[in-house]
Every structure is written in C-alpha cells, then in structure tokens.
Nanobody, 126 residues
Framework: QVQLVESGGGSVQAGGSLRLSCAAS????????MAWFRQAPGKEREGVAV???????GYGGAAKGRFTISQDNAKNTLYLQMDSLKPEDTAMYYC????????????????????WGQGTQVTVSS
C-alpha cells in the first residue's frame, strides 16, 4: 500500500504563489508516474501536471508557463510550484501516483492512477 499526503494549500491573492507538496510513503517502487489534478466545485477533475520516474514532465493547458512539477526522490515527495495564480485556479488539488511497471511509459493525465491523496484546498482571490 501507498499513502499520499498533500500539504501547502491555502488562500492567496491573484498573482501570488503557492507550493504544494505530496509526501508518499509505503511500497514505493523506482518506476512510477505521479501527477497533480484539481477539481473546482461543479466542474470535472482536470489534470494539472505529471512527472515520471525519468523526470519527464507534462502539463495541462491551464498550468503551462505558470506551474512547475518536480520531485525529491530522497524525500519521496512531489511538488507543484504555482506562480501567477488566478481566481480560476481555485480548486481542491489532489496528488496521484501509480507504481505499475507499465505506468512510466503511459504516464499522463489519462492514466488510471492507483493511489490518490485526500487533497489540499487552494483559494485564489481577486
């Protein structure tokens, strides 16, 4: 089993920055795909950014140029640096991970992730 715990959410004014963290524990393999998703009230969940164990990254349209996904393998922690935040970035942000052997080669927002965190709320005011 794997546990994912997000932190770093909060309230910020438009134009501000936040860094989300996702601490992973449990049975973590060296081959994986990890991601950040978000879901705003009344909207579908959307993929924000993904990263695989090679360090390859991908971003959803809303995140490009403003958000950066990164990882610290020594700490088993995933990060999402969010800059130039906008009110439309307000949402619950979730960390997701998958450790199947094939997940690294299929890493993307469409992957059927096996593990999810509880989420951390981000609120951006205008």
């Amino acid at each position: 089993q794997v546990q994912l715990v997000e932190s770093g959410g909060g309230s910020v004014q438009a134009g501000g920055s936040l860094r989300l963290s996702c601490a992973a524990s449990g049975y973590i393999t060296s081959s994986y795909c990890m991601a950040w998703f978000r879901q705003a009230p009344g909207k579908e969940r959307e993929g924000v950014a993904v990263i695989d164990s090679y360090g390859r990254t991908g971003y959803g349209g809303a995140a490009k140029g403003r958000f950066t996904i990164s990882q610290d393998n020594a700490k088993n922690t995933l990060y999402l640096q969010m800059d130039s935040l906008k009110p439309e970035d307000t949402a619950m942000y979730y960390c997701a991970a998958d450790f199947r052997p094939s997940s690294r080669e299929r890493c993307g927002a469409g992957l059927d992730f096996g593990y999810w965190g509880q989420g951390t709320q981000v609120t951006v005011s205008s």
